[in-house]
């Protein structure tokens, strides 16, 4: 099974929930959903599962995007056909955002706050009054500080959690769940890659690929000896 199955971990939970109460806000509250952290915590993660659960539309930025790039690409989830102008694409995307009651989630939204690509998510949000969901690395909340037109509509900052040992174990499980981890060995595998979920899941992999070619159905720190751990840094070159 892949690690890439989404399993509802911390911030899976944390990122519904603030969706959730958005949707429910009372008229006159603001509308816009921040979830921000470090890269590896599982945000798009989060994203994905929330965007299934709340039916939202999901768009990924891309460092390249304009105005028109970010618009083109809501409308196309949205299947709806760009209009010609960006005016007539920011109402067309409004319209369809207060129509539906359907959030938005605009995912590594960094790409776009320290550009005038920014503007169209405050007119998206003032033609539409919808729930708009940003996601992005830990900076976003100092870059949307810088735009205050947007930040003052935030209704809940939502900052990403690092993987703690009960989010292993349940990926742990869910994802390979013939195989038995003891909690020493996650324990310690949380600890080297500072709760960063993706090197959680590299490591994993790397777990049950050791049980797979040696036929063991459980590992433990003992076993699982001094093989370390991925933690992103490159092996030291040995000496010729």
């Not at 539309?57 to 970010?70: G, N, P, Q």
């Not at 920014?118 to 940003?134: C, E, F, K, M, R």
Request: hydrophobic share 45%; with cysteine.
């Amino acid at each position: 099974m892949s690690v890439s199955k989404i399993v509802p971990l911390t911030n899976v939970g944390l990122l519904s929930a603030a969706i959730d109460r958005a949707l429910q806000r009372p008229i006159g509250l603001p509308g816009l959903v921040v979830m921000y952290g470090p890269s590896g915590l599982g945000k798009s993660v989060a994203a994905a599962y929330a965007a299934n659960l709340h039916r939202a539309y999901y768009v990924e930025c891309r460092d390249t995007w304009s105005k028109k790039a970010l618009l083109q690409a809501i409308l196309r989830e949205m299947a709806v056909s760009p209009a010609r102008t960006l005016s007539e694409m920011v109402d067309q995307v409004a319209e369809q955002l207060s129509r539906s009651n359907r959030p938005l989630i605009v995912d590594d939204v960094q790409y776009l706050l320290e550009k005038s690509v920014a503007n169209v998510l405050t007119d998206l949000y003032n033609a539409s009054q919808g729930t708009i969901v940003l996601i992005g690395e830990e900076g976003v909340a100092a870059s949307l500080g810088k735009l205050e037109r947007l930040h003052n509509r935030v209704l809940e900052w939502v900052p990403a959690q690092a993987a703690s040992l009960p989010d292993v174990k349940r990926l742990a499980s869910e994802c390979y769940p013939k195989l038995q981890l003891a909690d020493d060995l996650l324990s310690d595998l949380v600890n080297s890659v500072r709760g960063c979920l993706r090197r959680v899941a590299v490591n994993l992999y790397r777990v049950n690929s050791e049980a797979t070619a040696t036929g063991q159905t459980s590992i433990d720190l003992a076993t699982w000896g001094k093989k370390g751990w991925f933690t992103g840094q490159a092996p030291a070159r040995r000496a010729a």
